[in-house]
């Protein structure tokens, strides 16, 4: 069944666990959920799977929801927005999981485990040494203690309603079976009275209505005991589409955080856009079907089909990203611009910002965080600041050395710059009127002294972008103290 075949509205969740750390893998799973929800018109949920104490870390959950709200991933339903089937956060629905717990009980499809943990290492080494795998169920105790009541003490478990090779099919990965093997009696309430995952999803995606299940690879072994749960509650199944890894570069293993992966704030921090990070996310392990690379949300609204989704893995790289920054940066306003640099730059560089710099800005960074660099120590918009000191003998060309020239040459440009009116000083202007002298002089004798004379620098913006942004008056200023640098015998 494709999602468009299906007869109810779309339904479909992210459900991370607060951890501490937002993968890219989940981010991409968190997206695709999210486009087809939106695709199809339908509902998106962001749920917090937070039954694992242990591994909680304090203030995981705005974490997420400050990761998703930067990419622009908007949830119908969340932690801030419980649902009609109340909270989305998985430890405020305790009541519903016992509920459902005491069904299964009630049902003999469920019991309180009697072994203590020795007592099942006994049973594991037992299975190591017969060198096979270790089954629960194997070692069910008896009938009457498989009915002893469960008053929450003990771990219960789900009794395998039916032991027989299990059958599924998945949106991506096509039709997929399991052998007997894979089926178990695993728990599915912990004696702290807290679910398990294996439980408690299926409760939750169920009362939430959830549809279609996109989710990881990691997660297809333990479908047998997901489906054994379905049966025993009676519960049809939702959808699956498991998404392809995320791999390194060098293809070889999924990438992880041992493989230099980030936690996905670390790119806003360093400045990277969340309409590139979205462009790379969708297109790893997705693909359109056409020659398109760069997207928009609303293009990416309209186009997802998790048909389209491949079964292999793709590569997450950095540099890739680092274009899809550039070619979004390049798509912006000016005035947009502006408005993302504003928390990367200091006082003085913001004022140091405008319809002048702005261009060069644009050419020349690949992340917002890029921008400082070029006001600070060897950035080419140093000169903007303040005329570095520099001795006259850098001015000369050399290729022709000749002071006197070099001199002649300066005056020249000087002259030309101060007869064009102030409402032709941009560069194309600028070039236009000292261009015949340059063409007729040698470009390299006129340019290399009007580059270092209006920057103090060997390397910067050609000298007529350079004289535009430090503006007529200033450009005239630093050509003077260029020639006094030439006419000074000192120098």
Same mark, same amino acid.
């Given at each position: 069944?494709?999602?468009?075949?299906?007869?109810?509205?779309?339904?479909?969740?992210?459900?991370?666990?607060?951890?501490?750390?937002?993968?890219?893998?989940?981010?991409?799973?968190?997206?695709?959920?999210?486009?087809?929800?939106?695709?199809?018109?339908?509902?998106?949920? /962001?749920?917090?799977?937070?039954?694992?104490?242990?591994?909680?870390?304090?203030?995981?959950?705005?974490?997420?929801?400050?990761?998703?709200?930067?990419?622009?991933?908007?949830?119908?339903?969340?932690?801030?927005?419980?649902?009609?089937?109340?909270?989305?956060?998985?430890?405020?629905?305790?009541?519903?999981?016992?509920?459902?717990?005491?069904?299964?009980?009630?049902?003999?499809?469920?019991?309180?485990?009697? %072994?203590?943990?020795?007592?099942?290492?006994?049973?594991?080494?037992?299975?190591?040494?017969?060198?096979?795998?270790?089954? %629960?169920?194997?070692?069910?105790?008896?009938?009457?203690?498989?009915?002893?009541?469960?008053?929450?003490?003990?771990?219960?478990? !789900?009794?395998?309603?039916?032991?027989?090779?299990?059958?599924?099919?998945?949106?991506?990965?096509?039709?997929?079976?399991?052998?007997?093997?894979?089926?178990?009696?695993?728990?599915?309430?912990?004696?702290?009275?807290?679910?398990? %995952?294996?439980?408690?999803? +299926?409760?939750?995606?169920?009362?939430?209505?959830?549809?279609?299940?996109?989710?990881?690879?990691?997660?297809?072994?333990?479908?047998?005991?997901?489906?054994?749960?379905?049966?025993?509650?009676?519960?049809?199944?939702?959808?699956?589409?498991?998404?392809?890894?995320?791999?390194?570069?060098?293809?070889?293993?999924?990438?992880?955080?041992?493989?230099?992966? &980030?936690?996905?704030?670390?790119?806003?921090?360093?400045?990277?856009?969340?309409?590139?990070? !979205?462009? +790379?996310?969708? !297109?790893?392990?997705?693909?359109?079907?056409?020659?398109?690379?760069?997207?928009?949300? #609303?293009?990416?609204?309209?186009v997802f089909d998790v048909a389209k989704v491949q079964k292999s893995g793709g590569v997450f790289n950095e540099e890739k990203l680092g274009w899809f920054n550039r070619e979004h940066i390049a798509k912006m306003s000016d005035q947009e611009l502006l408005i993302r640099l504003e928390s990367f730059l200091d006082s003085a560089q913001k004022s140091l910002v405008d319809e002048r710099t702005l261009?060069?800005?644009?050419?020349?960074?690949?992340?917002?965080?890029?921008?400082?660099?070029?006001?600070?120590?060897?950035?080419?918009?140093?000169?903007?600041?303040?005329?570095?000191? %520099?001795?006259?003998?850098? /001015?000369?060309?050399?290729?022709?050395?000749?002071?006197?020239? #070099?001199?002649?040459?300066?005056?020249? +440009?000087?002259?030309?710059?101060?007869?064009?009116?102030?409402?032709?000083?941009?560069?194309?202007?600028?070039?236009?009127?000292?261009?015949?002298?340059?063409?007729?002089?040698? &470009?390299?004798?006129?340019?290399?002294?009007?580059?270092?004379?209006?920057?103090?620098?060997?390397?910067?913006?050609?000298?007529?972008?350079?004289?535009?942004?430090?503006?007529?008056?200033?450009?005239? &200023?630093?050509?003077?103290?260029?020639?006094?640098? /030439?006419?000074?015998?000192?120098?």
């Open positions: 069944m494709t999602p468009e075949s299906s007869s109810k509205p779309i339904v479909t969740r992210f459900a991370p666990s607060p951890t501490g750390f937002m993968h890219i893998g989940g981010v991409r799973t968190a997206l695709f959920a999210y486009l087809l929800a939106r695709k199809n018109k339908g509902t998106f949920i /962001l749920r917090i799977e937070d039954t694992d104490k242990e591994r909680e870390v304090a203030g995981s959950v705005k974490h997420i929801q400050d990761s998703l709200s930067w990419l622009g991933i908007e949830w119908d339903f969340g932690p801030d927005k419980p649902g009609p089937f109340g909270s989305c956060i998985q430890s405020e629905r305790l009541s519903i999981y016992k509920k459902y717990a005491l069904e299964l009980v009630a049902k003999g499809l469920a019991y309180p485990d009697p %072994y203590t943990a020795e007592e099942l290492a006994a049973f594991r080494a037992e299975a190591d040494m017969a060198k096979r795998p270790f089954l %629960y169920r194997n070692h069910r105790p008896s009938d009457e203690l498989m009915k002893a009541p469960w008053d929450g003490t003990k771990p219960l478990r !789900l009794k395998t309603p039916t032991i027989a090779r299990s059958h599924w099919h998945d949106v991506v990965r096509g039709d997929l079976q399991a052998g007997e093997e894979a089926q178990d009696d695993f728990i599915i309430m912990k004696s702290d009275g807290y679910p398990t %995952y294996n439980f408690a999803h +299926i409760i939750d995606d169920h009362e939430m209505g959830v549809t279609h299940i996109l989710r990881g690879e990691e997660f297809i072994s333990s479908t047998p005991k997901y489906l054994s749960l379905y049966e025993a509650l009676g519960l049809m199944p939702p959808i699956f589409a498991t998404l392809p890894p995320i791999l390194r570069d060098d293809k070889t293993k999924k990438l992880g955080k041992r493989d230099g992966a &980030k936690d996905i704030l670390e790119y806003k921090a360093e400045g990277y856009l969340p309409e590139a990070m !979205l462009n +790379i996310l969708a !297109l790893i392990g997705w693909n359109p079907g056409t020659e398109q690379e760069v997207f928009t949300m #609303t293009e990416l609204k309209s261009p060069l800005i644009k050419e020349k960074i690949v992340t917002l965080g890029d921008a400082p660099k070029l006001f600070d120590g060897e950035g080419e918009l140093s000169f903007v600041k303040a005329l570095s000191d %520099y001795p006259a003998s850098q /001015l000369l060309w050399k290729k022709n050395p000749d002071k006197e020239i #070099t001199k002649k040459h300066i005056a020249e +440009i000087h002259s030309q710059l101060n007869s064009i009116s102030t409402d032709l000083f941009t560069a194309e202007g600028i070039k236009n009127a000292v261009w015949p002298y340059v063409e007729a002089n040698g &470009k390299g004798d006129v340019l290399w002294p009007f580059r270092v004379a209006v920057t103090g620098k060997e390397k910067s913006p050609d000298p007529f972008v350079s004289s535009y942004i430090l503006g007529k008056d200033e450009s005239l &200023k630093r050509l003077s103290v260029a020639l006094e640098k /030439l006419n000074t015998p000192s120098q």
